[in-house]
């Protein structure tokens, strides 16, 4: 099974083959490193920028303004918070040239903590980036997600934010959950992952994955259940999961739904599932003041009110300045699985 | 490198030949004074409440009409990309713009071809001319040009980018992105670097805030040729572009343009736009010097401003009834359709708040 980086390296690659990608650029992106995270190793259309976090996303926008099908890296998120402007500029391109100007492009940016990543590499982005209209914003938990919805993200004519949970960069898929086209493990990382030492020669093979586009604006049920609904993304997603098989011990069955796209996001399978369980738990690793389960929550109270057994829970990370390097101080940032759980169960347990 | 115009005393014309062909110099008036008239007809307007903003560029009038005239003009790589900024109606006068477009940015109604009514005055984007939208910021225009350049530079041919802010706004990081992005070894970019620097920012003097002495300087480091040109002197800003612009054409690298130019009616309506007499005037210089060289009367130059003033205001008059944008429009061009799903654009801009939901509760 091919990891995350190793399905986001197959999409770009599939990008500058057959969806006309002509740049795949940001720092450290092109060879020899080829990504901080292994992700554009081998891709003949990436290349190094300077040290310039504005640049980039400028950049971005004027290759895209003059046609081309950029997708541009932010190393980390904790570096795009100064292209805000630019980013913002991104989304009302086509807006305020009253439809003149689209501009296609991608701005992909590893998210979230879980690495030890201290203050400056675990921060998340997803709430910032629903601040911002006019973007698309993606957020794949498996390698297959990952794959289909950067393929999406690439053939849209506007500008999408592909978020990368980098604590899953790493992991693989599931069986069932194969990237269509995508040889057996060893041969895949003979294939595609750079030698270590000198590369200076080396070439990748490209696998002959399939064209496999994931809608943007599509959730996925990824368990199901009948007694509490669990709205999440990225890196929770597989946490939450594992906070429901646990409880399934106890009698408690919860629906777990990955969002997978922020924006725009199927209101419409979260409210089929709400009605259904009449209890919802929104999960996700950001801080938690003005954060995007918010304003599913507003929406879910404004909309299924009187469908609810049980007050609606938001569950995110503290509202503090950053995340501290301790174990400890990680953990009490951002939700872990105990307190997932806890509060899976208190709502399958409320009575009205 | 640099090559640095003498910047001439106020009225020191006489005796003068001209630096380029009277015919060329007499168009030149011709869109120069048809520049200042839209925007102090701009200024009326929204002083007379048929507007709620003003920004734009008298005083540039003569360094922006010789870059105007000096464009390739077309969409597409092959083309000239322009990225400029809210002073440079000027720019679009000499490429072939309609004033009364400009009037209906002005008044924000629905036939606004440069932004259906969403954004200033100045504010202009041309597709089919490769004109980038304008944008208030002054500065991001900086980051965004070395990507038209970048895929110029790939492309080949003669197309180029100009970029084009203000003094002030080069104290931004972004200017100094521009200056790195366009002179990466071995990817010099096809980019002319324009400041026109008018010595404001809004109330600020710049030089209470800039030490050094040109900002076209900035560039030297770089290896970026750079140019001082008096913007107030339209055969000298005309010479010096066609210049730096012919070496971007053919060397396929960056120059940077600095060009000295007043600012008329101060920075926007916010304060005041009066006319400012203490700074010299480009158009009062030429037309000074095509009168004393005999090549328009006076009387001829009046008649002129009589018949251009006359069109504009009736022109204004009728737009003035033209209809403003529907509120409904809002959610018009948030995104572009996904190829072979027409209906996504409007269902991706309204998304799950579905039709119901509106800011305002709803239409």
């Not at chain 1, 296609?104 to 921060?123: A, C, D, K």
């Not at chain 1, 089929?272 to 369980?277: G, L, W």
């Not at chain 2, 799903?341 to 119901?356: F, K, M, T, V, Y």
Request: glycine share 10%; aromatic share 8%.
């Amino acid at each position: 099974m091919a990891t995350m980086v190793q399905a986001i390296r197959m999409a770009l690659h599939v990008g500058e083959e057959r969806l006309g990608v002509t740049d795949v650029f940001g720092e450290d992106v092109g060879p020899p490193l080829g990504g901080v995270f292994t992700a554009t190793q081998g891709l003949k259309t990436a290349w190094n920028t300077p040290l310039d976090e504005r640049g980039i996303v400028g950049t971005a926008i004027g290759l895209a303004l003059a046609g081309q099908r950029p997708v541009a890296e932010i190393q980390f998120c904790d570096y795009a918070f100064n292209t805000i402007d630019l980013l913002k500029l991104a989304g009302n391109t086509y807006w305020c040239s009253d439809g003149q100007w689209n501009l296609p492009m991608v701005v992909m940016t590893p998210v979230g903590s879980g690495i030890h990543g201290s203050i400056y590499h675990s921060h998340s982005f997803d709430s910032t980036a629903t601040r911002i209209p006019g973007w698309k914003i993606v957020m794949p938990s498996t390698p297959r997600d990952a794959y289909g919805l950067l393929l999406s993200a690439i053939r849209d004519p506007n500008p999408v934010m592909y978020l990368a949970p980098k604590a899953l960069l790493r992991t693989k898929g599931t069986p069932g959950e194969e990237i269509p086209g995508e040889p057996d493990e060893k041969t895949l990382s003979r294939m595609i992952d750079a030698p270590l030492g000198d590369r200076s020669k080396w070439v990748p093979e490209w696998p002959k994955t399939e064209d496999f586009f994931i809608r943007i604006g599509e959730a996925k049920t990824v368990r199901a259940g009948r007694d509490v609904t669990c709205v999440t993304w990225g890196r929770m997603v597989a946490i939450c999961a594992s906070a429901a098989n646990d409880l399934a011990a106890e009698g408690v069955e919860v629906e777990v739904i990955d969002l997978r796209s922020l924006w725009p996001y199927d209101w419409e399978r979260l409210a089929e599932s709400i009605r259904r369980t009449n209890r919802v738990l929104f999960v996700n690793e950001d801080t938690e003041v003005t954060n995007f389960g918010e304003h599913l929550l507003r929406r879910t109270v404004e909309e299924l009110f009187y469908e609810l057994y049980a007050p609606p829970k938001l569950l995110a990370g503290a509202n503090v300045p950053g995340i501290g390097l301790a174990d400890s101080l990680e953990r009490a940032s951002v939700p872990q699985k105990a307190g997932i759980v806890e509060a899976m169960r208190e709502l399958a347990r409320h009575r009205p | 490198m640099s090559t640095s115009f003498t910047q001439p005393a106020k009225g020191e014309t006489s005796g003068v030949d001209f630096k380029v062909a009277p015919e060329l110099l007499l168009k030149m008036h011709d869109l120069m004074l048809r520049s200042r008239l839209l925007e102090e007809r701009l200024i009326r307007m929204q002083k007379q409440g048929d507007g709620y903003f003003w920004i734009g560029g008298p005083g540039e009038e003569a360094f922006n009409v010789a870059l105007g005239l000096l464009v390739d003009k077309g969409e597409g790589l092959d083309h000239d990309y322009l990225h400029l900024h809210y002073r440079s109606s000027g720019t679009l006068m000499a490429m072939g713009a309609d004033p009364v477009d400009a009037l209906r940015q002005m008044k924000s109604v629905a036939s606004d071809p440069y932004s259906g009514g969403r954004n200033f005055a100045g504010h202009y984007s041309v597709k089919a001319w490769n004109v980038v939208p304008v944008t208030s910021p002054i500065e991001v225009q900086y980051t965004m040009a070395p990507g038209t350049a970048l895929a110029q530079k790939r492309h080949g041919g003669r197309g180029i980018t100009i970029v084009q802010g203000g003094d002030a706004g080069s104290a931004e990081g972004d200017f100094a992105s521009c200056l790195i992005w366009s002179s990466r070894p071995g990817m010099e970019l096809p980019i002319l670097i324009v400041v026109t620097n008018n010595a404001w920012g809004i109330s600020t003097a710049a030089g209470t805030q800039h030490g050094e002495k040109n900002v076209s300087d900035r560039a030297k480091p770089f290896g970026i040729r750079t140019m001082v040109i008096d913007g107030n002197d339209v055969e000298a800003s005309y010479l010096g572009l066609k210049e730096a612009i012919e070496y971007v054409r053919t060397e396929r690298k960056p120059f940077a343009v600095e060009a000295r130019v007043s600012r008329l009616y101060g920075h926007s309506s916010s304060s005041g736009a009066n006319f400012v007499a203490e700074e010299p005037d480009c158009l009062h210089r030429l037309e000074a010097r095509l009168e004393q060289k005999g090549l328009l009367t006076r009387h001829q130059m009046d008649e002129m401003r009589a018949r251009i003033t006359q069109h504009l205001l009736e022109a204004s008059k009728r737009v003035r009834e033209e209809a403003p944008p529907p509120g409904e429009a809002i959610w018009n061009h948030v995104f572009a359709p996904v190829p072979g799903d027409e209906a996504s654009a409007i269902r991706d801009a309204r998304g799950p708040l579905g039709a119901a939901a509106t800011a305002n509760g709803g239409h």
